[in-house]
C-alpha cells in the first residue's frame, strides 16, 4: 500500500515552510496590514511588515504598535525591524518574542534612504564589521526559537561592498536565511540589479536559504532569477505595486504542488484575467481594507490614493478619472468613480509591464563623518549612534 505524504515545502526558513520560496519586501507606507492581507488572498508565500524602528518598539510608539499588529488571518506573522544600537536590538526582538508578537523577525539592513545611513543605519551599518556583528548576535540570542533573517544590499558602493564579510558573520552567528538587494545603496533604486551578485553569495553561504531581491516584474523574472543564480527564493518589492495578484502568478510559477482536491479549492488555481474590472475589483477590495486597518474610511480613502497610477498603469482610464480617484474621500466615491471603468476592457500588455515605483539616480551615499575610514566602529563613529534610531517606521 502507498502512504500518502505531504508534499515538501518549497521554502524553509528555520520552523517555517512555505509552499512558494516567496517574500513580499518591506515597503514604507504600503506593506501595512491592509496590503499584505490582500496579497495573501492571491497566492502563498511570507508577508513582512514595514520597518520597525527598535527604538520606538521599546519605548511603545502608538504608531509603530498599529504597525505590528497583525490581522487573525495572518497566520504568518512576520515583522522587520531597523537599529543600530545592539542592546536596544536585542530588547525590541525580546519584546516580539516574550509578547507572542510574531512569528519570525527580519533585520533590515539594506536601507538606502539618506536620512537613515547619514546615521550609520541601514546599507550603510555593515561597513562596520564589529557592530554587525553585535546586533546580529544579540538579536539571534534575543530571538530564541524564533527564526531571525536578514536583508542587505552589496554595499554602499561598487568601491565600498560588505555583502559577503556581512553573510559570513550572519551565517555563523545563526541567522535563518539571508536576503540580497541585488544594488549598491549608491545606486538607490536605479539600473539594473546585479543579479551576478546573488549567484557569487549563493556560493558562499551554503548552511542557510539565501533569497535574492531586483528587478522583479514578473513570474518570468523570478523563474529567471532563481535558474540563473541559484538562490532559494525570491524577494518581491516594488514589483507588486498596484498588481497583489502577483504572488498568485508566483505561487503557480514557483509553488509546491498541492493535492487535486486542495487545487480545486484554491483560488491560486484559477489564471488571473487582469481585464480592467479585475484591477477595479482588487483596487476597491485595497480601500476597503485600509479603511478596515485605519478604522478611518477618510484616511483609508486617501492612503489607496498613491496607489492610483500603480493600479491603473496602462489601462485606457483617463487623467481625469485618475485625478478624481485620487481625490475620492469615501468607498461610496469610489464606487461610482469604478463604475465609469468600461470592465470588459482586456489586458494592456506591455503597457501594463515593467518597472513600478521610483528608480530615482544614483547617488553618492549620505554617511557619517569618516565612516569609510575604518571597518570598525570608534568612538567618534558611536557617537552619530545615539540619532541613529530615528522615531519613523518604514524604508
Not at 555593515?126 to 552589496?154: C, E, N, Q, Y
Amino acid at each position: 500500500m502507498t502512504v500518502a505524504t505531504a508534499p515538501a515545502p518549497a521554502l524553509r526558513i528555520g520552523p517555517i515552510e512555505l509552499d512558494a520560496p516567496v517574500v513580499l519586501a518591506p515597503m514604507a507606507g504600503i506593506t501595512n496590514t491592509a496590503f499584505r492581507r490582500l496579497c495573501r488572498e492571491y497566492g502563498a508565500g511570507l508577508y513582512v511588515s514595514e520597518m520597525i524602528t527598535t527604538r520606538a518598539l521599546v519605548e511603545r510608539n502608538q504608531t509603530t504598535m498599529r504597525l505590528i499588529r497583525h490581522h487573525s488571518s495572518e497566520t504568518l506573522r512576520s515583522i522587520q525591524l531597523y537599529g543600530v544600537d545592539p542592546r536596544t536590538v536585542a530588547d525590541a526582538v525580546r519584546m516580539l518574542v516574550d509578547e507572542d508578537r510574531a512569528d519570525h523577525i527580519d533585520m533590515n539592513f539594506g536601507c538606502p534612504v539618506p536620512k537613515v545611513t547619514r546615521k550609520g543605519g541601514g546599507a550603510a551599518l555593515p561597513w562596520k564589521l564589529d557592530l554587525f556583528r553585535d546586533i546580529v548576535t544579540s538579536a539571534v540570542r534575543a530571538a530564541g526559537p524564533i527564526p531571525l533573517t536578514v536583508k542587505m544590499r552589496k554595499g554602499i558602493d561598487d568601491d565600498h561592498l560588505t555583502y559577503l564579510d556581512a553573510a559570513r558573520i550572519a551565517e555563523d552567528a545563526g541567522v535563518a536565511a539571508i536576503a540580497l538587494h541585488a544594488r549598491t545603496a549608491s545606486q538607490f533604486y536605479s539600473g539594473h540589479a546585479d543579479w551576478a551578485a546573488i549567484a557569487t553569495l549563493k556560493e558562499a553561504v551554503t548552511s542557510i536559504p539565501v533569497l535574492g531581491n531586483g528587478d522583479i516584474w514578473s513570474a518570468d523574472d523570478a523563474q529567471r532569477m532563481i535558474a540563473t543564480t541559484g538562490a532559494d527564493g525570491v524577494v518581491v518589492g516594488r514589483g507588486c505595486l498596484g498588481r497583489p495578484w502577483l504572488f498568485g502568478d508566483l505561487t503557480r510559477a514557483l509553488g509546491t504542488p498541492r493535492p487535486p482536491r486542495e487545487r480545486r479549492e484554491s483560488k491560486r488555481a484559477e489564471p488571473v484575467d487582469a481585464t480592467l474590472g479585475f484591477v477595479a475589483r482588487a483596487f476597491r477590495r485595497h480601500a476597503e481594507l485600509l479603511v478596515e486597518f485605519f478604522e478611518d474610511e477618510d484616511r483609508g480613502c486617501r492612503d489607496i490614493r498613491k496607489h492610483v497610477s500603480w493600479y491603473f498603469k496602462g489601462y485606457p482610464v483617463g487623467g481625469d478619472l485618475r485625478a478624481r480617484l485620487a481625490t475620492a474621500s469615501s468607498l461610496a466615491e469610489i464606487d461610482d468613480l469604478l463604475g465609469e471603468l468600461d470592465g470588459d476592457a482586456p489586458y494592456p500588455g506591455e503597457s501594463a509591464e515593467g518597472q513600478r515605483g521610483r528608480a530615482g539616480t544614483p547617488k553618492r551615499t549620505a554617511l557619517p563623518e569618516r565612516w569609510l575610514d575604518s571597518r570598525e566602529i570608534g568612538a567618534a563613529a558611536s557617537a552619530h549612534l545615539t540619532e541613529g534610531e530615528l522615531d519613523t517606521s518604514g524604508g
